[in-house]
């Protein structure tokens, strides 16, 4: 799977903490991309990043930032857990070129927030 | 906004019958890619479609562009359990084709 990890894949937390997860890749790809999904909403874009240091939001930004400062770590954090922020995340990379695009996804991480 | 919409959302068929999902989307796409999401699992990339009217096939699998590039079909032949799953039907948009346009997909289950 293009050689990608998320950690934690599991995380329990309380309402109002600071959450970072953590999205690695061993191959360099330069787009990078978090989702959550939840039931009946399918994928949902968080954030993303098509190279170190430069990202861009997605459509469920609010409440999330992002940072890559080297090309094989994408983080996300959440920087006042809440309630519906309870979800899978997960991480993808893009490696295809010209018009194909291509993603592949981390295992993903199950967080609750209580 | 993009939006790409599927149905049926959910399916049952018996194992060996087929089974169809379709995929429309609300603007042309530079694009169409199909992605399988077995049941506590991540999503896996199947195939992507970028030519007007393009059939691609793997195995049981027969994959098809529309010619106006804003629709797309999955057909499975002979359903197995092992088809089980969720499939997605992410789009491109044209001119940004690096971010996916996601739908809810189709849950597929197989009775044996």
């Known amino acids: 799977d293009a050689g990608i990890t998320q950690s934690p894949r599991h995380k329990v937390t309380e309402t109002g903490t600071p959450v970072t997860l953590r999205c690695h890749q061993t191959?360099?790809?330069?787009?990078m991309y978090w989702y959550r999904q939840d039931p009946g909403h399918g994928l949902r874009l968080i954030h993303y990043?098509?190279?170190?240091?430069?990202?861009d939001k997605g459509e469920v930004s609010d409440g999330y930032s992002v940072s890559r400062s080297k090309t094989e770590d994408f983080l996300l954090t959440l920087e006042s857990a809440t309630s519906s922020q309870t979800s899978v995340y997960f991480c993808?990379?893009?490696?295809?070129?010209?018009?194909?695009?291509?993603?592949?996804f981390g295992p993903g991480t199950r967080l609750t927030v209580l | 906004g993009q939006q790409v919409m599927q149905i049926p959302q959910y399916q049952h068929v018996q194992e060996g019958e087929d089974f169809t999902t379709y995929c429309n989307s609300s603007?042309?796409?530079?694009?169409i890619q199909w992605y399988k999401q077995r049941p506590g699992g991540h999503p896996v990339f199947l195939i992507q479609?970028?030519?007007s009217g393009e059939v691609k096939k793997q195995k049981r699998l027969t994959f098809q562009f529309g010619e106006a590039k804003k629709n797309s079909s999955l057909h499975i032949t002979a359903t197995q359990t092992t088809d089980v799953g969720t499939y997605f039907c992410?789009?491109?948009?044209?001119?940004?084709?690096?971010?996916?346009?996601w739908g809810l997909g189709t849950s597929l289950a197989v009775n044996p």
């Open positions: 479609l970028v030519k």
């Open positions: 992410p789009g491109g948009g044209a001119g940004n084709n690096r971010k996916l346009i």
């Open positions: 191959e360099n790809h330069r787009y």
């Open positions: 603007t042309t796409l530079s694009n």
């Open positions: 990043s098509y190279g170190v240091k430069d990202t």
């Open positions: 993808a990379i893009s490696r295809g070129g010209g018009d194909y695009n291509e993603q592949f």
